[in-house]
């Protein structure tokens, strides 16, 4: 580690996400739901008005104890970016490409169309909270690896996002593991926007830092590339109970 890098946090520490990230006030997010069809009907200005409401006041609540997210059953929102970007239906895609034979971009009914995984698992997050019994769906990473074609030479992947901002990255090894998902569903509806909707990683085993959301693509490197908060101090490896100096519970 580099030694100007703070060390992952602990119990008691300042924690770098909630400096860096936005946790979002309670009272926000509950308009946000409620105005939810409003901005539909309006063709998403109001959605648009909204998150840069949740943005500016995410920034004046450097605490994060309102930023849970309700009916999320203990979730905590965070972006390293300052809005929720939106994408669906149709302008959505998942680019595949890099060292590999057939590259290729996935709209959301590519991927409903491939075999589905669905896991129920608790999530941790490296700051401590956990939130038991959480249900995932979608394609194994291992799938899309097959479907493109690794090539020789090949070790890692890259995963970047339509946030423009946020980089996650995992070894081929951990991502062939049947428990490593593009996931689509969260508790068996569309991911939400807030959540990373559509489409976000779940890495099962691993600290939730490492479920990049808002995935938009994935690039097969000959090295790993340390991911976002890698580059501050967090493991790149991102067992659960066996990184980040914590002994949490497994949780895959
Ligand atoms: N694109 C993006 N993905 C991200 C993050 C982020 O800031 N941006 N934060 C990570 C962290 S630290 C956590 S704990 C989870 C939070 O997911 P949630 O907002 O669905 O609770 O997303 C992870 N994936
Ligand atoms: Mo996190």
Not at 10 to 21: F, K, T, V
Not at 22 to 34: I, K, S
Not at 70 to 99: A, K, N
Not at 151 to 158: D, F, Q, V
């Amino acid at each position: 580690m580099h030694s100007s890098t703070p060390a992952a946090p602990s119990a008691g520490e300042p924690d770098p996400e909630r400096g860096r990230g936005t946790p979002v006030g309670r009272r926000v997010v509950l308009g946000m739901l409620g105005l939810g069809a409003a901005g539909v009907a309006v063709g998403g200005s109001v959605q648009g008005t909204l998150d840069n409401v949740l943005a500016s006041v995410s920034a004046k609540d450097p605490t994060g104890v309102t930023g849970l997210l309700p009916g999320g059953g203990g979730f905590r929102f965070y972006s390293v970016s300052d809005s929720i970007p939106h994408r669906g239906e149709t302008d959505y895609r998942l680019r595949v490409d890099g060292l590999v034979d057939r590259p290729g971009s996935y709209r959301l009914s590519d991927l409903r169309t491939l075999p589905q995984t669905r896991l129920v698992r608790d999530v941790q997050c490296v700051t401590g909270w956990r939130v038991p019994h959480t249900a995932f769906s979608g394609v194994l990473l291992s799938t899309l690896l097959d479907a493109a074609g690794i090539r020789a030479g090949a070790t890692a992947l890259r995963f970047t996002c339509f946030d423009g901002v946020y980089t996650e990255s995992l070894t081929l090894d951990q991502a062939r593991r049947p428990d490593m998902l593009v996931a689509h569903t969260m508790n068996d509806k569309p991911v939400t926007a807030a959540h990373g909707g559509p489409v976000r990683l779940y890495a099962a085993p691993m600290y939730f830092y490492k479920s990049a959301k808002w995935l938009s693509g994935i690039t097969v490197t000959k090295d790993v590339q340390p991911g976002y908060w890698e580059h501050y101090g967090y493991d790149v490896d991102g067992w659960v109970g066996r990184s980040n100096g914590r002994h949490d519970d497994p949780t895959s």
